[in-house]
């Protein structure tokens, strides 16, 4: 079965920007979409190639995918952005929906 | 505004069953694709079922096929998930969420999300 890999952590401080990789063996060739879910609440489309960028999500988070490594990005990171992110694709071989197992965004 | 509220969770013993449902307003059910996700106390998201428009066609995940059935009813614009045999490991809170499906880059994804109803199995 296709397995996404995330890792477990990253830290950025305010105003930086933040990297979370996503990877999958080729990965370049699916759509990947991402998540943010912050404690408590139900997860947000927050980067889609599929579409344009959900309602109510800033320009500062953006997605690129290549390889076997998909990334989103969160530019000028607030301390808002603190949340788990997930990386999602559809297994066409498979037809599972397939998840990364999320990363925990930290702004120190 | 789109709205998903599922209930039907609660405590069920090993082997016991439950049915969860969703029910959605403020977009056209029938046009949507919808699945069920859940996600263990403390652990990722997990994808456990979806269903095409009309109900013609529907994947699950491995662990639940055979054992969990999706549907939906139009005319009640619901979303439902019979849950048979369930384990400990069926333990988590299940969200509702509608989904789009584009056949040209072989894609799915989730675009609004119910707040989930905690499903407990325990003896």
């Known amino acids: 079965s296709y397995v996404l890999t995330q890792p477990p952590s990253v830290s950025v401080a305010p105003g930086k920007t933040a990297t979370i990789i996503c990877r999958g063996d080729?990965?370049?060739?699916?759509?990947v979409h991402w998540y943010q879910q912050k404690p408590g609440q139900a997860p947000v489309l927050v980067f889609s190639?599929?579409?344009d960028r959900p309602s109510g999500i800033l320009e500062r988070f953006s997605g690129s995918n290549s390889g076997n490594t998909a990334t989103l990005t969160i530019s000028r990171v607030e301390a808002g952005d603190e949340a788990d992110y997930y990386c999602?694709?559809?297994?066409?071989?498979?037809?599972?929906?397939?998840f990364g197992g999320g990363t925990t965004l930290t702004v120190l | 505004e789109v709205q998903l509220v599922e209930s039907g969770g609660g405590v069920v013993q090993p082997g016991g069953s439950l049915r969860l449902s969703c029910a959605a307003s403020g977009f056209i059910f029938s046009n949507y694709w919808m699945s069920w996700v859940r996600q263990a106390p403390g652990k990722g998201l997990e994808w456990v079922a979806t269903i095409k428009q009309d109900g013609t066609e529907k994947y699950y995940l491995d662990s639940v096929k055979g054992r969990f059935t999706i549907s939906r009813d139009s005319a009640k614009t619901s979303l439902f998930l019979q849950m048979n045999s369930l384990r400990a490991e069926d333990t988590a809170l299940y969200y509702c969420?509608?989904?789009?499906?584009?056949?040209?880059?072989?894609?799915?994804?989730?675009?609004?999300w119910g707040r989930g109803t905690l499903v407990t199995v325990f003896s």
């Open positions: 999602q694709v559809w297994d066409s071989s498979s037809d599972h929906v397939v």
């Open positions: 190639y599929d579409r």
């Open positions: 080729n990965i370049g060739t699916k759509s």
């Open positions: 969420a509608t989904s789009e499906v584009q056949y040209s880059t072989s894609s799915l994804y989730f675009d609004f």
